[in-house]
């Protein structure tokens, strides 16, 4: 990694930029009227809007690093009537500002920013919730549920349903983002093959509208604004609380990983596995991925310590010699039921599979700290100073049936041959059946499709050239003919290109957006409405 701290220039330029803000506002009691209506310090929330430099700071920017939006203000909510106190000012002003939710800013492309408007740290509400943030019940039709409010953290809804027993079945990789953070964009991982992803398992929530209003939706009651906010990327409403599907928690997981040289190998074992996939099917697998090794170098990386040290040797042989290993990675959830037959699930499950001889690894740990597994490689890189640099991810779904052809075109004419990839490249395939074709997210037409996650990081003096190869795999695909969805999407620039990532949607999600969110208030940092 080149630079791990910005450059003085870039210091300075951000320095400008501060000082452009607030400059105009030396002087004033509430400066953040210059930018907005001067009614808002009327309000009762008028003392939880702040536009002190941390405030703004921290606002103004998010994971990604790359992307920055400065804010007229940040609202400090309390509760939810004050998020909805805010929309509703907002949506009856002569002059509607935009709003943005914002909740521990994993996003990359400045998604949850808003120029010149108000950013929502929906983290504030955790120290208002008077410990019922997450509370977990039960009843004759749904069986046990959590309601989690939207600003909480997936580790604590973890931990919180553990208490009783119970867990949520479908996860992230990284548990440390909010619970509305990723029910706007959809919430997969390696569960989401067999569970879908955590949109497909909720059953209701509470949203504040464009228009300030304050619904309960679900299946049954409101249902299309219940449908467009799972997977709506922000455009319709704030999630302030949602109603997650709970199931009997294992406590330890079989956790395997098995390398092959020939991707046609890799694809064919990856989608078998796949296709076992009953919800409650004893032999299917609960957790799937897989991921390139490039490059020579330590096999693991920061998101998991896992192959033995030991075997480090013979395993960076093997990248040497064949350029990209593919590794495939599963696990097997099990308890004190089930730990006697746990190994022969496996053992009939890898029946059959073509990988190298040889280069099968285990490891059997704990559920929480398998799921909780990213977590140790986020403090290191934070203690390194390596957390807090530009993470230029690319992140597709790409349909099964074009998949050799991207592993051709990209992962080994771009992504080998530049040679520049720094971070985890994930791959692995799931399932259609298990979304939910109303809701927004959108997703490839065919039965198996393939995700695809390019988790670059970077110093501050060179994210561009792999935001470059970024577009040049998009270019590929596009001239290709592979019909890519993006996921977290951060490279549409028009509304026509919209149009295309939405596709039979597009009609729909227009007047979805027309009946919530009439003067386009929410979310404007995903570029929907306010592009050309």
Known sequence: MAANFPSTPYLIVLFLIYISRLMPTLGNANPWTNLLPAKLQTLQIANRLRDD??????????????VREIPAAVLYPSSMNDIASLIKFAHSSSSPFNIAARGQGHSVGGQAMARNGVVVDMTSLRNHRNGYGITVSWSPSMGFYADVGGEQL??????????????PVSWTDYLYMTVGGTLSNAGIGGQTFRYGPQISNVYEMDVITGKGDFVTCSADKNRELFYAVLGGLGQFGIIGRARIALEPAP?????????????????KDQEHLVSINGRKQKNALDYLEGLLLMHQGPPDSWRSSFFPLSDHSRIIYLVTKYGIIYCLEVAK??????????????????????????????????????????????LKLQSQGLWDIPHPFLNLFVPKSQISDFNSGVFKDIVFNRNITTGPVLVYPMNRNKWDDRMSAVIPDEDVFYTIGFLHSSGFDDWEALDVQNKEILLFCNNAGIEVKQYLPKYYKTKEEWKNHFGKKWRAFQERKSQFDPKMILSPGQGIFNNN
């Open 53 to 66: 430099s941390d405030a703004i700071r921290l606002a103004s920017s998010d994971y990604g690093n790359i």
């Open 154 to 167: 997936w580790v604590d809804v973890l931990h919180s349903t553990l208490e009783h027993g119970l867990a």
């Open 251 to 267: 406590k330890r997981v079989k956790w395997v990983r098995m390398l092959y040289n020939d991707f046609s190998a890799f694809a």
């Open 333 to 378: 959830f099990y308890d004190d039921r089930s730990i006697n037959y746990v190994d022969k699930e496996l053992q009939i499950l890898f029946e059959g599979l073509s990988f190298i001889p040889g280069y099968s690894f285990e490891k059997d740990i704990s559920y929480v700290d398998f799921l909780n597994r990213v977590r140790s490689g986020e």
